[in-house]
Structure formats: C-alpha cells, structure tokens
C-alpha cells in the first residue's frame, strides 16, 4: 500500500510517501502501527482530530476500511483564502 504525507506530516515524518504492508483493517489501526514505529510517526499522529485522510483519492475517515485499499493520503485540512 502506498501511503503519501503532506505538508506539515511530511516534514514531521521526513519523507513523502512509502510503499508499507500492514494488516491494519482500518485507517485508524494503520495510524497506531505506524506511530508505534518511531517518535517521529508519533509525532506527526499525536492529534488526528487535526489531520485529514483520502483513501485511494477520496476523502475519507479515520473509522474506514481498508480492504482494497491502494493508496491512504494523510494531511492537514485545506483552508481557502
């Protein structure tokens, strides 16, 4: 599974995407095993309640499926201006 960081997650994380495989059944299963890798997963999922997530481009929950899952996009919401 791809998984794409952007923003402020990238910077915290320190790359842009990885190619992972998880037995997560759900984006907030994949957050804990990826924060439990290292301090910095930690960090940048310290607080999801300020991030946002696109399940194979489409915006989604952290509660979701991830059966058949290609592609998981984590970052923070997009203000307009």
Same mark, same amino acid.
């Given at each position: 599974?791809?998984?794409?960081?952007? !923003?402020? @997650? +990238?910077? =915290?994380i320190g790359?842009? +995407?990885? @190619?992972?495989? *998880?037995? !997560? !059944? *759900?984006?907030?299963?994949?957050?804990?095993?990826?924060? &439990? =890798?290292?301090? +910095?997963? !930690?960090? &940048?999922?310290?607080?999801i309640s300020?991030? =946002? @997530? &696109?399940?194979?481009?489409?915006?989604?929950?952290?509660? &979701?499926s991830l059966? #058949? @899952? =290609?592609?998981?996009?984590?970052? $923070? $919401?997009? *203000? #307009? #201006?």
């Open positions: 599974m791809d998984v794409l960081y952007f !923003a402020w @997650v +990238r910077e =915290r790359l842009p +995407r990885e @190619v992972i495989e *998880t037995k !997560a !059944a *759900t984006v907030n299963e994949l957050v804990a095993e990826l924060s &439990a =890798r290292e301090e +910095r997963y !930690a960090a &940048a999922f310290e607080d300020a991030l =946002r @997530v &696109a399940l194979d481009q489409e915006l989604s929950d952290f509660d &979701a059966d #058949g @899952v =290609r592609e998981v996009a984590f970052f $923070p $919401p997009m *203000t #307009g #201006g």
